[in-house]
């Protein structure tokens, strides 16, 4: 394929020999520099593979003689970021949260922080955006089973609800009255609730069910269905409902009883992550 | 045509040219262009620009950590950025309008790698001498003389190399805080790593690179192709009247030969080391340098000047004819050149046009979606809204926050101020709000899938206002 070159006619440059189907190539030559500057990348590419990890091995890749690794610099940003924070996580940890104003480092450290410890921690039941589910609360609105102030906020996450780990937890336990009651008194305690809660509803039933209300409801949730934070008893008379406020859910809620389980955070946060959450919370725009 | 068997070499090392001093009208105007350019370039970040206590005062700024862009009294935000798009492609088409118009007209006389080329064969012609003493030099062996005429060369173009590095990190700060700073050895890394790249760049490029910068590294020769016509004015060889050329000895009979006497005067100002007799070529620069050297030996002859001269192709069948060639506002003022124009324009207009009616507040509305609203106790109907209020002004600015429809939604912000629903944005910041808005349980806005509404911005001080459309969710999703 490669003849002697030969001069062209037409541009009166020397070809370079290289002939393929009657098409001849020009040899307009490269400058040097070139060549140099392309065997320089070589050498650089090689000692890129020496120097940094790259050549895979049967069960790892060797190691880079400059010891560099893509999971060592981020344990090491990690460290960094933690190391520039320690003043003010540990500035949190000290916080008195009541009494923390929002302008100070530590407010600002908490909300963002806690946003994470939400994230990773709450969201599952909660929601990523703390709306809640069905039987896990909404923590935007401004309804709270067990207080909406910082002091309480932190309580709950601390100690959690209806768990056996932690003698602390906040704990309490509806009876399913559906061995209790009749199924008459439990429709017209249902048409009550209903009555309360400004629903519409069956007001001859309603009245029925007043006297079982009183004897049986009111010592946790209040005569006039206004609930007792102490006990974690809801509210019957608003418009938010944990389980549901229609009356095929109130009714089967004063049949079985319905109740949820918090783990205690404390086991498993460090305090200024605990204080975080709780900040973050209480600026969703339910805070009390 | 070689009759060695070896096959030819496919590289070929750099032939060293020596550009010989030339005077004329073109090497005066490159001269006025370097000085205005290299002073543009090296002065503006020295220039101050008061703009109050809370901004900076230096009057060209790239402020990458504030995110700002200051230029004398234009302040660009990132969101702003279209300004510096815009630019861009009014560089372009004013890139495209010169080259359809004069040829490679930026290449020859404004291009950086052109100016600071020329200026280190300014040096290189103080120290070493002019074309002839050049060649002498880099022909002799080493010597005293040689090591000290090249390093001292080199010195001066290491001492011009880091000024044009230094000069650079200015844009990007306090020029006189930074100066201080990098001679104190404090300034950012960034810094010093950004001058060395430049200073390097700057030294190779000028000093050594030169013309292959622009034969091998540089696009642009390749794209100018698309830009010309046969109506482009370049820089080309009228060879009809020079050829044949000839030493004019009175032996071999002058009266046949053509005006071009062969002198290489042309080729030897030549900064590419081409010769321009042998028609348009890629690496010409149009630096007219050559004109300026033919017509001094025009002169000098006695014969008309113009031998080598501005040309467009489209001229030359009526030149070879004997007739003058179309005048040179004819090759400006073309179609094409006047659509390069208008679309230039346009976008110039455009752009002036919105820096005048863009506001000094920044507002933008982001519903919060997670979730759409919230059920309160009373059965009302709550959404949250992000709020990103810019103050684009140099003073501290406190705004009323408000809606249109305040009969169905209220409004409540978070703030810490005194008074209800206003928030104070430091100068020359962006506060993120957030906002509540609630309707009572039996207002439309809360029963209905979707309302629409409009948030207001108002400056409590003075008239300014802005708004944002945005839409509130009711509880029948």
């Known amino acids: 394929m490669s003849d002697a070159p030969k001069t062209d006619d037409i541009t009166g440059i020397d070809t370079t020999g290289h002939e393929w189907d009657g098409i001849q190539e020009l040899n307009n030559p490269l400058p040097r520099w070139w060549l140099w500057t392309f065997y320089i990348t070589i050498i650089w590419g090689v000692g890129y593979t020496i120097a940094y990890p790259a050549w895979p091995l049967v069960s790892s890749a060797t190691a880079g003689l400059i010891g560099y690794s893509t999971r060592g610099e981020v344990a090491q940003e990690i460290a960094r970021v933690d190391a520039q924070n320690a003043e003010v996580a540990e500035r949190l940890a000290n916080a008195d949260l009541a009494a923390l104003p929002v302008d100070d480092p530590a407010y600002a450290y908490g909300v963002s922080g806690g946003s994470a410890v939400f994230a990773s921690h709450c969201s599952q039941c909660h929601g990523s955006g703390a709306a809640g589910a069905v039987g896990y609360p909404n923590l935007l609105d401004d309804d709270w089973l067990w207080g909406g102030s910082l002091e309480e906020i932190e309580y709950t996450v601390r100690h959690g609800i209806r768990n056996e780990t932690d003698f602390d937890a906040r704990w309490s336990e509806m009876p399913a009255f559906g061995d209790i009651l009749t199924e008459d008194e439990i429709a017209q305690t249902a048409e009550y609730v209903l009555s309360i809660s400004g629903q519409e509803h069956d007001s001859a039933l309603a009245a029925l069910g007043e006297t079982p209300y009183l004897d049986n409801c009111a010592a946790c949730h209040g005569d006039n269905g206004e609930g007792i934070r102490d006990l974690g008893a809801p509210k019957l008379n608003d418009a938010i409902w944990l389980y549901g406020g229609s009356r095929e859910a109130i009714t089967y809620t004063i049949n079985n009883a319905r109740f949820g389980v918090m783990p205690p955070w404390g086991q498993r946060l460090d305090e200024d992550e605990i204080k975080a959450v709780t900040l973050y919370l209480h600026q969703l725009g339910g805070g009390e | 045509m070689s009759d060695s068997s070896l096959p030819p070499s496919l590289y070929a090392a750099r032939e060293p040219i020596f550009p010989k001093r030339v005077s004329g009208k073109f090497r005066t105007l490159k001269w006025w262009i370097m000085g205005l350019t290299l002073a543009i370039y090296y002065l503006t970040p020295w220039i101050r620009w008061d703009r109050g206590p809370n901004l900076p005062d230096q009057a060209v700024l790239i402020d990458m950590a504030g995110r700002r862009f200051y230029f004398f009294w234009i302040e660009i935000w990132p969101h702003e950025f279209y300004f510096v798009a815009g630019l861009l492609i009014m560089a372009g088409l004013g890139l495209f309008l010169f080259t359809s118009a004069l040829g490679r007209v930026w290449c020859g006389y404004t291009c950086p790698q052109t100016v600071w080329t020329d200026l280190f064969i300014l040096v290189e012609r103080w120290i070493e001498g002019d074309r002839n003493a050049r060649v002498r030099l880099w022909n002799a062996d080493w010597s005293l003389r040689k090591f000290r005429l090249r390093m001292t060369k080199w010195i001066v173009w290491l001492i011009i190399s880091v000024a044009t590095g230094g000069a650079w990190v200015f844009y990007f700060a306090d020029a006189p805080t930074l100066l201080m700073d990098l001679a104190t050895f404090s300034a950012a890394p960034i ?287």
């Open chain 2, 191 to 477: 810094a010093y790593t950004t001058i060395a790249v430049l200073t390097a760049t700057t030294f190779v490029f000028g000093g050594f690179m030169r013309e292959q910068v622009c034969i091998y590294m540089c696009p642009w020769p390749r794209i100018q192709g698309a830009m010309m016509d046969e109506g482009t004015l370049t820089v080309a060889y009228r060879d009809w009247r020079g050829e044949p050329r000839g030493k004019h000895r009175k032996a071999e009979g002058a009266e046949n030969l053509g005006d071009c006497i062969d002198c290489m005067a042309c080729v030897n100002v030549c900064p590419t080391g081409i010769d321009i007799r042998d028609g348009q070529q890629m690496e010409c620069i149009t630096c007219a340098l050559c004109i300026d050297a033919c017509d001094d030996i025009m002169s000098k002859i006695g014969k008309e000047r113009g031998l080598i001269d501005y040309l467009a192709l489209s001229d030359e069948p009526l030149e070879r004819a004997g007739q003058p060639p179309r005048p040179v506002w004819q090759h400006i003022f073309r179609l094409r050149t006047m659509i390069y124009t208008a679309l230039w324009a346009l976008i110039g207009v455009g752009l002036i046009w919105a820096l005048f009616v863009r506001s000094d507040i920044g507002l933008s509305v982001e519903p919060v979606r997670n979730p759409q609203f919230v059920t309160l106790s009373d059965g009302s109907i709550r959404n949250s809204y992000a709020l990103r209020i810019r103050n684009l002004t140099g003073d501290d600015r406190t705004f009323r926050i408000m809606l249109t429809s305040e009969d169905i939604l209220r409004i409540n912000v978070e703030t810490d101020g005194p008074n209800e629903n206003h928030v104070t944005v430091p100068a020359n910041e962006t506060l993120n709000a957030r906002v509540y808005v609630t309707a009572r349980p039996q207002d439309p806005a809360a029963t209905q899938e979707v309302t629409d509404f409009r948030f207001w911005v108002e400056d409590v001080a003075g008239e300014a206002r802005e708004s944002a459309d945005t839409i509130f969710n009711g509880r029948d999703q």
